[in-house]
C-alpha cells in the first residue's frame, strides 16, 4: 500500500511491489486502491480480484493491512489470514518479553557486580583503618613508653 493524498485525508494504492524495494519503490502492477474516509463501503475499495488472486499465487505476501482487507473482502481464506496474524504477533510478542528479561537479568548481574565491587571497596577501606588504628596504637604505645622512661 502506497500513501497518497493530503495531510489528514489519507488515499491508498494497492500495488505489487517487490519486498526489498525502497516504501515508495518501483511498481510492479497496480492491484486496487482503498479510501478509508468514503463512509460507502462500495466506494472505498476498488481491487482487481483476478491480478491479486494470481499474484497470490504466484507467492507474493500481503502486508497485514492488505491482507486484513483481503480476507474481509473473501478474496483469501480469513481464518487461515487470521491464524497467520496471530502467529506473527504471538512471534513478536515472545521476543519482546524475551529481550525484555535479558535487560532485567543484564541489570541484576550488573548491579550484584557494582555491589561486589563496593564490598569490596568497603572491605579494604576497613582493612586500612584498622591498620591506621593500630599503628596509631603502635605510636602511641611507643609515646607512652618514651614518657613512661623519660620520667
Not at 85 to 94: A, D
Not at 125 to 141: I, K, L, P
Amino acid at each position: 500500500m502506497n500513501r497518497m493524498g493530503r495531510r489528514h485525508r489519507p488515499f491508498f494504492r494497492i500495488n505489487a511491489v517487490e519486498k526489498k524495494t525502497q516504501r515508495d519503490g518501483k511498481v510492479l502492477e497496480a492491484l486496487g486502491w482503498y479510501d478509508p474516509l468514503v463512509k460507502d463501503e462500495g466506494k472505498s475499495i476498488q481491487l482487481n480480484e483476478e491480478r491479486i488472486k494470481a499474484w497470490i499465487a504466484r507467492g507474493a505476501q500481503p502486508s497485514d493491512s492488505v491482507g486484513d482487507i483481503l480476507a474481509a473482502r473473501g478474496i483469501i481464506d480469513a481464518d487461515e489470514w487470521k491464524t497467520r496474524r496471530m502467529r506473527k504477533v504471538t512471534k513478536k510478542m515472545e521476543r519482546i518479553v524475551a529481550d525484555k528479561k535479558a535487560a532485567e537479568e543484564a541489570a541484576a548481574a550488573e548491579a550484584a557486580a557494582k555491589a561486589k565491587e563496593e564490598a569490596e571497596a568497603k572491605a579494604k577501606a576497613e582493612a586500612e583503618a584498622a591498620a591506621a588504628a593500630a599503628e596509631s596504637d603502635s605510636a602511641g604505645d611507643a609515646d607512652a613508653k618514651e614518657s613512661a622512661e623519660g620520667e
